[in-house]
């Protein structure tokens, strides 16, 4: 059975640090990309990052590049998103996906995790 498992969030100050992880079931999902999405009340979801299936290409949304850095250790099976200086407006569930296609539409991502959220304080 295919499975997405995000882990680690939780309520942080604004400036604070939170790292994600998303472990993967092994197979299809350990030749694929990873992506992380965030969907806040009321807003659509929203690409944030993805990394390639060997770790060796990444991607990032302008509203968090310099501050999020997504990684994979293909032995754990595990994708991270250590998320730094974090601010109000990136309170909102997160998501990892797998898919296929180099992209960062929603809709080209065919395995979903559960979420897990994050709320960034003032």
């Known amino acids: 059975q295919v499975q997405l498992v995000e882990s680690g969030g939780g309520l942080v100050q604004a400036g604070g640090s939170l790292r994600l992880s998303c472990m993967h079931s092994r197979g299809t999902l350990s030749s694929s990309a990873i992506g992380w999405f965030r969907q806040a009340p009321g807003k659509e979801r929203e690409f944030v990052a993805k990394i390639s299936r060997g770790g060796d290409n990444t991607d990032y949304s302008d509203s968090v590049k310099g501050r999020f850095t997504i990684s994979r250790d293909n032995a754990q099976n595990t994708v991270y998103l250590q998320m730094n200086s974090l601010k109000p407006e990136d309170t909102a569930v997160y998501y990892c996906?797998?898919?296929?296609?180099?992209?960062?539409?929603?809709?080209?991502?065919?395995?979903w995790g559960q979420g897990t959220q994050v709320t960034v304080s003032t």
């Open positions: 996906a797998a898919t296929f296609i180099w992209s960062r539409e929603t809709n080209k991502y065919r395995y």
